[in-house]
């Protein structure tokens, strides 16, 4: 490692920039035999097929039979084509379960990318301490979900909470939070816009650092003041890098099952039950586990997150173009 | 920029970083509140009374558990980088074909749910007798960090200057060679990142904790909090002094790697 001359680890080791010119025609030495490239991925073929293909295979085959538990030790389940799927369409917890999950993505990453916005628009500006506070903004997004979530379900407390304590203090009426079918949902939309605000932070940020100083210099000099030049350059600049965010944003969310869990487990009743944790709910939950309509509706779950990461896929491919 | 206009900006940011991290504050706080002060109302807003009592009830009961977590994490850390880092190599020095769809593979795999990857391997462990042990949480935990991994490493390697492969070539060296001894030094930040990532990846999981360790002997410190929040409702400066422990890597990576974690955070987002 010592032995590595010094300027080639620099240049290396500083990707921010461009690497130079190569000085031939940029191609890889192509004479390496496929073989060899290919024992280097084996290892990664092997995992991708293990512990990826076949857990998903297990569970589409899931979904396919009817697994009670006894069944599932004795590999005997009986095959029953759609009928999971056209039960869980057919759930009352469907209609419910759609709704809560649109709010909450729709709810969570509307806040999150205003937040977000805003936030990496004013930390533009260079200032004192910038750095180390936006620094500071990563941690709700660096702490493990179990921490966050239960500090969330502490200060939603009714009774100890510092939230309904606050209420107290300017005259209003506590709330039941995490306890009241009618705010539950709401309590965790706002845990995770808490949470999302520093991806949606540090990607936008990284964004804005892309649009070039003379712009804005150019604005300033034309009379353009902050709100201007907010909505008519970097508003309009960032706008593939905001639907990229977004759209990874949404992807997330989707998935989201341990804060809602831990905070609510869906309750009550199933006033704040997503798509994912009504899955988790069904296989894990307490009671007896149900592996088959779960395992349907985590295949559901799946084929509208592909939907919508095809499209950031596409939106990715369009960005690079240009 | 005028000197106070930058200032003010100063102090704004500082109120909008106390505003997003009070609930880390607060966390804080309620792990050094008096077990008989926890119930008090309106809760005192600073820990006037400090006490340790939660951090010696932490500590007496989740030890273990924290010992389970920090193998669990070196082993997802080992897994994924024996894994991800020859496949790397290939995919972005050795013109593999296929490279794209293999890329394209990665980045669909890292849209599936993990309630869903978690049945499959419920399933699949049932069979195996691998459920509730280290090495199956292991093997879970590492689907979080692999397809990151590969993506995040091969991006760099692709930077490696062509003529440094030719000229190690050109002096004889093999494929493996040129691997272990120009790739790998080379690539020392960005194995550190993913490293990084994949220790606090695994570290933090709940979801495989939760569905396929729940009754073992070694439960990581994820299901331990939970299973104390579940227990004890009554002491909750023990369960936010545990909090703050399993947060302790987080502040680590916070503090030495700032500049890897937003490099993670923005790789695969915006260039990948």
């Known amino acids: 490692m010592t032995t590595t001359p010094a300027p080639v680890r620099t240049r290396a080791g500083d990707r921010a920039a461009p690497a130079a010119p190569p000085l031939r025609p940029r191609r890889r030495p192509n004479d390496t035999s496929q073989w060899i490239a290919w024992a280097f991925v084996t290892p990664l073929m092997i995992y991708l097929v293990l512990f990826y293909a076949f857990p998903l295979y297990r569970n589409i085959e899931l979904s396919l039979h009817d697994y009670t538990p006894r069944a599932f030790v004795r590999g005997n389940a009986e095959f029953v084509g759609f009928q999971n799927y056209a039960d869980i369409f057919g759930s009352s917890s469907f209609a419910k379960a759609a709704t809560n999950t649109a709010l909450f993505t729709i709810g969570s990453i509307a806040f999150q990318y205003a937040a977000g916005l805003a936030l990496a628009v004013f930390f533009r500006a260079n200032f004192k301490l910038s750095a180390v506070l936006r620094g500071l903004f990563l941690i709700p997004w660096l702490l493990p979900m179990i921490v966050s979530a239960s500090a969330w379900a502490w200060m939603f407390n009714s009774d100890n909470g510092i939230i309904n304590a606050a209420l107290r203090v300017v005259g209003l009426d506590p709330v039941n939070w995490l306890t009241s079918p009618d705010v539950a949902l709401t309590s965790v939309i706002i845990a995770n816009i808490w949470l999302g605000i520093p991806f949606n932070l540090v990607i936008l940020y990284s964004g804005l650092q892309n649009i070039p100083a003379d712009y804005y210099e150019a604005a300033s000099l034309d009379g353009a003041n902050a709100w201007q030049q907010f909505w008519r350059l970097t508003f309009p600049l960032l706008k593939p890098v905001s639907a990229i965010t977004l759209l990874l944003g949404l992807i997330y969310t989707l998935k989201v099952v341990d804060l809602i869990w831990i905070m609510t487990a869906g309750g009550p009743g199933d006033t704040s039950t997503t798509f994912a944790t009504w899955s988790y709910r069904e296989a894990f939950g307490a009671g007896n586990p149900d592996f088959s309509p779960a395992a349907a509706v985590g295949n559901l779950l799946i084929v509208v997150a592909l939907a919508f990461g095809l499209i950031y896929l596409q939106m990715q491919r369009k960005l690079e173009k240009q | ?272």
Do not use: C, H
Request: charged share 10%; net charge positive; hydrophobic share 55%.
């Open chain 2, 1 to 272: 920029m005028t000197g106070t206009r930058s200032l003010w900006k100063t102090l704004i940011a500082l109120a909008l970083t106390a505003i997003m991290l009070f609930p880390v504050y607060w966390i804080v706080n309620v792990s050094l509140t008096k077990t008989s002060n926890l119930r008090r109302s309106p809760p005192s807003l600073l820990p006037l009374d400090p006490t340790l009592e939660g951090y010696v009830a932490a500590f007496s009961q989740q030890l273990p558990q924290l010992g389970t977590s920090l193998l669990v994490g070196v082993g997802t850390v080992l897994l994924t980088l024996v894994v991800a880092a020859p496949a790397s190599y290939a995919m972005a020095t050795l013109n593999l074909k296929g490279r794209q769809g293999l890329s394209f593979i990665l980045l669909v795999a890292q849209m599936i749910p993990a309630v869903v990857m978690a049945m499959g391997f419920y399933a699949i462990y049932l069979k195996l007798g691998l459920l509730n042990s280290l090495w199956g949480l292991i093997l879970a935990d590492s689907t979080i960090a692999i397809p990151f991994a590969v993506l995040l490493l091969q991006a760099f390697m692709s930077g490696v200057p062509t003529e440094l492969l030719q000229a190690a070539k050109l002096d004889g060296s093999g494929v493996w060679r040129t691997f272990v001894s120009i790739i790998l030094p080379l690539s020392r930040n960005s194995l550190l990142t993913v490293s990084l990532f994949a220790f606090l990846w695994a570290w933090s999981d709940f979801i495989f904790a939760s569905t396929l360790n729940r009754s073992g002997d070694l439960i990581p410190i994820t299901l331990g909090i939970y299973k104390f929040i579940g227990n004890n409702t009554t002491q909750w400066n023990a369960i936010m002094a545990t909090a703050v422990i399993a947060s302790i890597p987080a502040a680590i990576l916070l503090v030495v790697a700032q500049r890897y974690v937003a490099a993670g955070v923005t790789a695969g987002a915006v260039k990948d």
